[in-house]
């Protein structure tokens, strides 16, 4: 159970191209799903939190106009990275909270990722 | 804000060798406490998690971890790695009154030689 999976696995786009990456809970409910961003040996940075149905909470330093979070259902959201540019090059990581588990005691799962590379 | 450290940035032992991954934190309230694993070309899955009670965590694989709240310390251990343990290894502290957001400390290079 809790499996999360993302689409597309790797992406390459030319620059000022925008790019959607989906995340999908395929065996519970989210309410809350995240999204971070990994550097090349470095661990992982949130970039943004998004609750169902309301509008995401972005990390300082984050462009919200640039990284575009929509999270319609309770098993979907989606990060549209617009007008790319080469420093967006990256891998974009989603992760989700089981609805089902305690209001304190909850775990994130995390997607495979998503490897965006712009050119 | 809590911040999470992770001292050894790349760990080389042999099979059947113990393993320690030291993880310290900073925020002095409640905290939950995570090891996540990540193999190569794959994503990151929940090696164990404390939320309250026995300090000591046991996990999947083998592996647990010990939370020292004196210490801020939540170590993980294996008494006998595999091959297979060759992985990074990612602590990560959530502060229920500090927002519940997950902060990842830098990671642990777990290689584990035949």
């Known amino acids: 159970g809790a499996v999360v999976s993302q689409h597309p696995s790797w992406v390459i786009c030319k620059s000022g191209t925008s790019v959607k990456i989906e995340c999908r809970s395929l065996d519970f409910q989210a309410t809350t799903m995240f999204w971070y961003r990994q550097f090349p040996k470095q661990s992982l940075m949130l970039m943004a939190t998004s609750n169902e149905g309301s509008k995401a909470t972005y990390e300082q330093g984050v462009e919200k106009d640039k990284f575009l979070i929509n999270h319609a259902s309770l098993t979907l959201s989606t990060l549209t990275v617009t007008s790319a540019h080469p420093e967006d090059s990256s891998f974009y990581i989603c992760?989700?909270?089981?609805?089902?588990?305690?209001?304190?005691?909850?775990?994130?799962?995390f997607g495979p990722g998503t490897r965006l590379l712009v050119l | 804000a809590q911040s999470v450290s992770q001292h050894n940035h790349h760990v080389i032992l042999s099979e059947a060798a113990s393993l320690e991954l030291g993880c310290n934190y900073s925020?002095?309230?409640?905290?939950?406490l995570f090891w996540y694993v990540q193999y190569p070309g794959q994503h990151l899955q929940l090696l164990l998690k404390y939320f309250s009670g026995d300090p000591l965590v046991k996990g999947i694989k083998g592996f647990e971890a010990e939370f020292i709240k004196s210490k801020f310390s939540f170590n993980l251990r294996k008494p006998s790695v595999q091959w297979s343990d060759t992985a990074e290894y990612f602590c990560?502290?959530?502060?229920?009154?500090?927002?519940?957001?997950?902060?990842f400390g830098g990671g642990t290079r777990v290689l584990v030689k035949p």
């Open positions: 992760s989700a909270r089981d609805l089902g588990q305690g209001s304190n005691d909850w775990a994130q799962y």
């Open positions: 925020y002095g309230g409640t905290v939950n």
């Open positions: 990560a502290v959530r502060a229920p009154a500090a927002g519940n957001k997950l902060t």
